[in-house]
C-alpha cells in the first residue's frame, strides 16, 4: 500500500487504472477506510477511463493517526448539542487540506471528486476552498452540515456516543461481527449481510483504528455549514441519495442539491447508509455522466 509522506502527516493511498486516465479522487466516510469502496464500482470506473484514487483520511486505515486522548462520550454529546468542545483537533477544511496535500504528491492537478458520507462533506469542502483543482463534484449520502438538513435518526443517537466512544474489541472475529451489526442498523432494504462480511473483513485485518471514528464524528460536528459556499460553486455536481438513510436522512442530500447551481440527484427509495450491489452500476453510470458535464 503506498504511502504519501507529507509535511504534517502520512495518508495512505491506492491507485488504479491507466496512468494517462483522468484522475478522480474517491474519499469514504466517518471511521471507514478505502477499501470499504466496492471494487466492483473501482473497476466500473477504470473501465470508464479513470484513474481512480482512493484515500485514508487521517485517524483510519493505514493513514497517521492523532496523538492524545480520544474524545469523550461527553465530548460528543456536547458537541450534538452544539456546545464548545476542546478535543476536536481538526475538521472538514483540515481533511480537504490533506486531500489536496496528496494530489500534490501525486503530481494530479485537477480531479474528479466523489465522497461518500463523510467524504462528501470533505469533497463538499475541497470544492468550495480549492475550485480550481475540481473537474467534477459527486457527493454520496452526504449534507451540507446545516444541522437542519441530512440529521441522524433519533434512535441512533445513543448506539452512536456508546460504540463511538469505546475502543474496537480485540479479538478480529468479534470486531467483524460488531461490524457488519453496525452497519445493519444504517444500512437500508438492500443491505446485504454477506457483501458487508467481506468488507469489514478487509478493513479488520488490514488496520484498526480505534479512535477515528470518534474524532472524525467530532470533526462533522464541529465543522461549519457549508450551504453558502457550495452557492459558489460552478463545477457539474452530481448528489446521490437513498430514502431509507437513516443515519444522513435523504434531506441532507435535497440540501445540498439545492445548494450547488445546476446540480443533479439521483435518489433511490430503497437504498439507506450503504453501497448495495444491486445500485452501484447505476452509480458509476451516473457519476462517469457527471463527470462528462466538465468535458462538454
Same mark, same amino acid.
Given at each position: ?81 452544539? $456546545?464548545? #468542545? /476542546?478535543? =476536536?483537533?481538526? !475538521? ?6 490533506? *486531500?489536496?496535500? +496528496? &494530489?500534490?504528491? %501525486? ?90 462480511? $467481506?468488507? #469489514? /473483513?478487509? =478493513?479488520?485485518? !488490514? ?6 471514528? *470518534?474524532?472524525? +464524528? &467530532?470533526?462533522? %460536528? ?75
Amino acid at each position: 500500500m503506498p504511502i504519501a509522506h507529507l509535511e504534517h502527516l502520512d495518508v495512505a493511498y491506492e491507485v488504479d487504472g491507466p496512468d494517462d486516465g483522468e484522475p478522480m479522487l474517491l474519499v469514504m466516510g466517518l471511521g471507514t477506510q478505502l477499501v470499504a469502496w466496492p471494487q466492483d464500482m473501482v473497476d466500473g470506473l477504470v473501465a470508464r477511463g479513470f484513474r481512480v484514487v482512493r484515500v485514508d483520511n487521517r485517524d483510519i486505515g493505514l493513514s497517521s493517526f492523532t496523538d492524545g486522548p480520544p474524545p469523550s462520550r461527553a465530548d460528543l454529546v456536547r458537541a450534538f448539542a452544539r $456546545r464548545p #468542545v /476542546r478535543g =476536536a483537533t481538526y !475538521r472538514m477544511s483540515d481533511l480537504a487540506s490533506d *486531500a489536496v496535500a +496528496l &494530489l500534490d504528491h %501525486l503530481g494530479i492537478g485537477r480531479v474528479h471528486l466523489v465522497g461518500a458520507s463523510m467524504g462528501g462533506m470533505v469533497a463538499q469542502q475541497l470544492t468550495i476552498d480549492h475550485p480550481e483543482r475540481v473537474l467534477s463534484l459527486c457527493s454520496i449520502m452526504s449534507n451540507t452540515g446545516d444541522r437542519r438538513n441530512g440529521r441522524v435518526a433519533r434512535r441512533l443517537l445513543p448506539t452512536m456516543a456508546r460504540s463511538l466512544s469505546a475502543p474496537r474489541p480485540s479479538d478480529p472475529e468479534e470486531a467483524v461481527r460488531l461490524g457488519v451489526e453496525g452497519w445493519r442498523v444504517i444500512g437500508g432494504p438492500l443491505f446485504d449481510a454477506e457483501d458487508m462480511e $467481506r468488507s #469489514v /473483513r478487509a =478493513a479488520v485485518e !488490514r488496520s484498526q483504528s480505534p479512535y477515528g471514528g *470518534a474524532r472524525h +464524528l &467530532l470533526a462533522i %460536528l464541529t465543522s461549519e455549514d457549508r450551504t453558502e459556499g457550495l452557492r459558489g460553486v460552478t463545477a457539474p455536481t452530481l448528489v446521490v441519495h437513498g430514502l431509507a438513510d437513516p443515519l444522513v436522512e435523504a434531506s441532507g442530500g435535497v440540501a445540498t442539491a439545492r445548494a450547488v447551481p445546476g446540480s443533479r440527484m439521483l435518489v433511490f427509495p430503497d437504498m439507506g447508509h450503504d453501497l448495495p450491489a444491486s445500485r452501484r452500476g447505476e452509480m458509476v453510470e451516473a457519476i462517469a455522466v457527471n463527470a462528462a458535464r466538465a468535458r462538454a
